[in-house]
């Protein structure tokens, strides 16, 4: 059990770590291009980044706990991230240090009640993976469970010794640092972090306990039971309590493991195709769905064609050589049928590449208030997909930069004009497909989620009864009733530019401007000062002269924003 002064230590380390590297990246990405050295902050990013994710992996291993849950969520968006991130913090999958036996068999003979020698015929004191909230280790059922289970081999996973302290601390620092973001005006108006971290803690918590997630694990398998692509471990229930779980062995070629794939006759691209294939019938059909499939909870099972014909069931499409067996059912999620219904709506609209079908599906989703106006973004997505659609991550990375930059900075302001907020329980949702796309992206850098997502549209709309052509012809039917009322709207157009009704008059609108451009003025003036003076001090220590010379240029923005307002009022007089 972790001490109190542990607890503290490690609570005031989590915060000075985030407190650090927010204003780092505040003074790079934000002060220092103000002053026309956006080309210097460039050179040196891809550095910096690296030395931030150095640290952060310091961080996380020695400090396990949720900081290893947070690694490696980054480790895996790959599709998202820089490479100087998740190629440092990818060893996170595999790195958490493992418990001292000694301490793994106190709590799981205190959880069982009887020694290990009794509830195991063999129990390995090695373990086969240690994770950040328990590790596993290799057993043999005693005779009188195997005979009831029909097997022998299996994996028992037992809770780490005091987590639930740490994770209490954790928690408790991720509301810390939530609560210093969402006085950000910038983040606390796109998305409602303390919520968030509620929604996270309650995960969390729930994955702690060893009871729910046998019975996940159960219902992930009773979902899936006809279908050959994907296999569960079955729960021994008889020696399964809150804080250990005992499961049949399923371990096999890890997914992320090309080489082992290739060696097994396995290709990674049909691989990442699958998987995608499976997690969005979770999402989409199911409404319930593995919520942490990064690659130390996937494996690649070979079967044999005659086991894969017989599990085939009342599945059409033909079975592959090799299932997706899933493991660690402790964090799941789902989906409401409103939100399902909404989500497919969104999908069907991404396949379409229809940019104003889209916005509404966000609309739907809850992802936008009704109130809001839409145009600008439904023109933002139009040339979105435009430009963009139905291009993979590796074809993106051949994009030119400028051109994304300046996409990127044109669509970044239509969405920071809009009220956007995340669903109640929509955390879940987002971390599932996150993963999904770096881990596909990892197997095949030419994944592209575009020929996952139109099939699996398509699939939706013959579901739904509706049909591709009965699809295509409202469409049509849309577009000809476009085409019909647009004469008419054109003429009232033309007829609003003659009258002068496009252009907003207010007879103090220019005063109101006026005053509103000096206090802008104003308030940048005083972010500059703080950013300069604090920069400088953070710079002082390794580059004492950048450091003195920021605290001396703060100076002038600083009388700026005292003055301005003096001098301006006067000027105005």
Excluded at 94 to 101: A, N, Q, T
Excluded at 168 to 185: F, H, I, K, N, Q
Excluded at 541 to 547: A, I, Q, S, Y
């Amino acid at each position: 059990m972790p001490d109190v002064g542990n607890t503290r230590a490690r609570y005031r380390r989590i915060l000075r770590f985030a407190a650090r590297y927010m204003v780092q990246t505040w003074w790079y990405e934000l002060v220092l291009p103000r002053f026309g050295l956006a080309t210097f902050v460039a050179r040196g990013r891809a550095a910096r980044l690296t030395r931030i994710a150095q640290r952060f992996h310091v961080l996380a291993v020695d400090l396990g706990g949720l900081m290893i849950k947070v690694g490696q969520y980054m480790s895996s968006r790959l599709d998202v991230l820089p490479p100087e991130i998740t190629r440092e913090l990818a060893g996170l999958q595999d790195e958490v240090p493992p418990v001292p036996f000694d301490a793994i068999r106190r709590l799981a003979e205190a959880e069982l009640g009887v020694p290990l020698e009794r509830s195991y015929a063999e129990f390995d004191p090695t373990p086969l993976a240690a994770a950040s909230l328990g590790q596993a280790h290799r057993a043999r059922l005693a005779a009188v469970d195997a005979g009831d289970m029909g097997y022998d081999e299996a994996v028992v996973k037992v809770q780490r010794p005091g987590i639930e302290v740490i994770v209490d601390v954790d928690l408790a620092a991720l509301r810390r640092v939530a609560g210093w973001l969402s006085r950000v005006r910038f983040v606390a108006s796109r998305v409602d972090l303390p919520s968030l971290v509620e929604e996270f803690a309650a995960t969390s918590l729930q994955e702690i306990d060893y009871l729910q997630e046998a019975q996940y694990a159960e219902r992930f398998a009773a979902n899936f039971a006809d279908d050959p692509r994907v296999a569960a471990p079955e729960v021994v229930w008889e020696r399964t309590t809150r804080r250990v779980l005992t499961l049949a062995d399923v371990t096999a070629i890890k997914i992320n493991d090309r080489a082992g794939l290739v060696a097994a006759g396995i290709d990674p691209k049909a691989v990442a195709a699958q998987f995608a294939a499976v997690m969005f019938d979770q999402l989409f059909r199911d409404g319930y769905f593995h919520a942490d499939p990064h690659p130390g909870n996937i494996f690649v099972t070979p079967v044999s064609p005659a086991s894969s014909a017989s599990t085939q069931g009342a599945t059409d499409a033909a079975a592959p050589a090799w299932q997706l067996t899933f493991i660690d059912f402790g964090m799941m999620g789902e989906v409401p049928d409103s939100l399902r219904r909404g989500l497919q709506q969104l999908l069907l609209a991404i396949a379409a590449r229809d940019g104003k079908r889209m916005v509404q599906a966000i609309q739907g989703v809850g992802f936008l208030l009704p109130t809001a106006e839409t145009a600008e973004l439904e023109r933002a997505m139009t040339a979105l997909f435009a430009r963009f659609g139905g291009m993979g991550f590796y074809e993106l990375q051949q994009v030119d930069e400028r051109e994304l930059r300046r996409f990127a900075i044109e669509f970044g302001d239509v969405v920071r004009s809009l009220p956007f907020q995340l669903p109640e329980n929509f955390l879940l949702v987002i971390r599932s497909m996150s993963l999904t796309s770096g881990l596909c992206s990892s197997l095949d850098p030419e994944f592209n989620l575009w020929d996952a997502v139109e099939p699996y549209a398509a699939k939706l709309l013959r579901d739904e009864g509706g049909g591709i052509v009965r699809a295509a012809g409202r469409e049509a039917l849309s577009v000809a009733g476009t085409a019909w009322r647009l004469p008419g709207r054109l003429d009232a157009l033309a007829d609003r530019i003659e009258a002068g009704r496009l252009v907003a008059n207010s007879p103090r609108i220019e005063q109101r401007m006026a005053r509103l451009e000096r206090a802008a003025q104003r308030i940048v003036s005083a972010v500059l000062f703080v950013g300069l003076f604090v920069g400088g001090i953070l710079l002082r220590v390794d580059e004492p002269v950048w450091g003195v010379a920021l605290m001396a240029a703060s100076a002038v923005p600083l009388l700026h924003a005292v003055f301005a307002g003096v001098f301006g009022r006067r000027g105005a007089g």
